[in-house]
């Protein structure tokens, strides 16, 4: 590790044994080697398919930063920054960009800050820099869930002389509604950190994913080794030039005039009020209305005063959600407040929020942390639900940072706070969307409610979250014989590979159930399961008595199922 003032981090380091004051020194710069070998076809990934190969090399600059009063900001700077080799060598400019992160006290990355306005997958790649300073300290009991750039992963950590290792068991990606690419397995992990005062010596790992897509015809398979260790001296990276308050790093974003603006709003609204709105791909469209970012709010009014066609309505809401930025996010924002008496369209506003994968933006964080405590309105109790709902599913599908985590606050204190029956229901729901397991305690703590709805909705999210305990109080549940919400328990169990002794009482609803509704769930429960040999047996001898043609089916599709099924 490289720092600028040794005598400074040597008094950082006394001090950092009885405080944590030491971050303001903890400037350091590393090289680093990124090497990805990238196979992919339309058939199997065993066979010869096209291959890429791309090393990266680099240094990297770190230092404390200071935003919002907040602690645990780092601002970061690549150089050099190089794909290839000696007289094949490029310079990768789009690395070079300063940036800043933040660093919650458990050393999991959950904020990003930019200078300036950068695409989605530039954007990504500095985040990418920013996750190799992304480990905990301390040793989880548990397995862990983390995220970066790709995913969400799960982690378990082994400390070990000195040196923290940490490997990656499953992943679950960001955003697979619009990617060619739904699935990804971890095929091989390995990450070995030598911790610091302040980061670390060295880091190093490699991983090996393999990606498919929806039809099992994609297919991609990534290998990368990487390494970072400190640079042998001290570079010159402008970052050092750069102030300490990110608010005072120079803006390179144009400022626009009043009449800059009204043109811009002008040639808007010419775009939407074309006839041919439905002939534009959403995609395409998003691209388009990205021009106009900047006064994309001006198109409130065209869907306030319904002046658009059903179906161009749709596709504009539709690349309003792929546009997915700031401004973008507090249009329909204000769309889904400003339509209380158009639930449909509240409906749509909440469906094209629910599209993004950006982080929620400040302003929308408030707007939406206004409506939970006030309580959001609507002429439907459906959509009112699917508000509370859909917050907890961004929540697990954006990327996180404070406003995020401000938003899992205020659902929780509203659930602790509301009376209404329909209304706590939703917010159980909402927690268990978002998957996140601080939350399992209160989610818990309703799954013995007197009230079927509230009871049912926590058995839901118990399902939602998929860990260990949410799954050991679904067994407990499993246990009571006539269970009041039997059907929304045995859905909850399919999220999970069920124990011997819980398979053997979901198979008895199936076989010996009354109820033909609760025997479907069962069936439906047993059918995602991964070893099903003896659960076949014994269906197929169920199926002399099964009286029900849908459950008759289901049957017949398990007992002609050859793949593995995973939740």
Not at 349 to 362: H, I, M, N
Request: hydrophobic share 40%; charged share 20%.
């Amino acid at each position: 590790m490289i720092t600028l003032n040794k005598a400074m981090l040597a008094s950082a380091l006394c001090a950092l044994a009885v405080s944590n004051t030491a971050e303001a020194s903890c400037s350091a710069q590393y090289n680093f080697v990124i090497d990805t070998h990238t196979a992919f076809n339309y058939d199997q990934v065993s066979q010869q398919g096209q291959q890429t190969h791309i090393k990266l090399n680099g240094l990297l600059t770190i230092k404390a930063a200071k935003h919002n009063d907040e602690d645990g900001w780092w601002a970061i700077k690549a150089d050099k920054v190089t794909a290839g080799q000696g007289q094949f060598a490029s310079e990768l400019a789009s690395y070079t960009v300063p940036f800043a992160f933040k660093l919650a006290k458990n050393g999991l990355v959950t904020d990003f800050w930019f200078p300036t306005k950068l695409d989605t997958q530039t954007q990504d790649q500095l985040k990418g820099l920013a996750y190799y300073f992304q480990f905990q300290r301390s040793n989880p009991a548990l397995i862990k869930k983390e995220q970066d750039t790709l995913g969400r992963y799960t982690v378990s950590y082994q400390f070990k002389d000195d040196v923290i290792h940490l490997n990656k068991h499953t992943y679950a990606l960001h955003d697979k509604t619009q990617a060619a690419l739904q699935t990804v397995n971890v095929a091989s992990s390995g990450h070995q950190i030598t911790p610091n005062a302040c980061f670390f010596e060295t880091r190093k790992g490699q991983e090996t994913l393999l990606f498919s897509g929806q039809s099992q015809s994609l297919n991609l398979k990534t290998k990368q080794q990487y390494q970072l260790r400190p640079t042998s001296s001290a570079y010159p990276s402008a970052l050092f030039s750069l102030p300490t308050n990110l608010d005072s790093w120079p803006s390179t974003e144009k400022t626009l005039s009043e009449d800059e603006l009204a043109q811009l709003k002008k040639s808007l609204q010419s775009l939407v009020s074309k006839g041919n709105l439905t002939d534009i791909s959403a995609y395409d469209l998003a691209k388009q209305l990205s021009q106009f970012d900047a006064v994309i709010g001006s198109l409130e009014t065209v869907f306030l005063q319904q002046t658009l066609s059903d179906e161009a309505q749709m596709r504009l809401f539709n690349a309003l959600g792929q546009l997915d930025s700031a401004n973008s996010q507090l249009l329909l924002g204000h769309i889904l407040v400003n339509a209380e008496k158009d639930p449909l369209m509240q409906f749509r506003a909440l469906r094209a929020l629910s599209q993004g994968q950006s982080a929620l933006s400040p302003e929308l964080s408030t707007l939406l942390t206004e409506q939970i405590e006030s309580g959001f309105n609507s002429l439907d109790s459906e959509v009112t639900s699917s508000f509370y709902m859909t917050i907890g599913a961004m929540l697990n599908s954006r990327t996180a940072n404070a406003q995020s985590a401000q938003l899992h606050n205020v659902l929780s204190e509203q659930l602790s706070l509301v009376t209404e029956t329909n209304i706590k229901s939703a917010l159980i729901t909402s927690l268990g969307n978002s998957r996140d397991e601080q939350h399992f305690e209160q989610i818990n703590s309703y799954v013995e409610d007197s009230n079927k709805s509230v009871q049912r909705a926590s058995i839901r999210a118990l399902g939602m979250m998929q860990t260990e305990l949410a799954y050991t109080s679904l067994e407990q549940q499993l246990a009571k014989p006539q269970h009041q919400n039997q059907v929304a328990l045995l859905k909850a169990l399919s999220n999970y590979q069920l124990e011997p002794a819980a398979s053997d009482a979901v198979l008895a609803i199936a076989v010996n159930n009354p109820t033909a509704e609760s025997r479907y769930a069962a069936i439906q429960a047993l059918a995602t399961q991964e070893h099903k040999d003896g659960i076949k047996a014994t269906l197929r001898t169920a199926l002399k008595k099964e009286t029900s043609k849908r459950n008759f089916k289901a049957i017949v599709e398990l007992l002609h199922s050859t793949k593995q099924n995973t939740p």
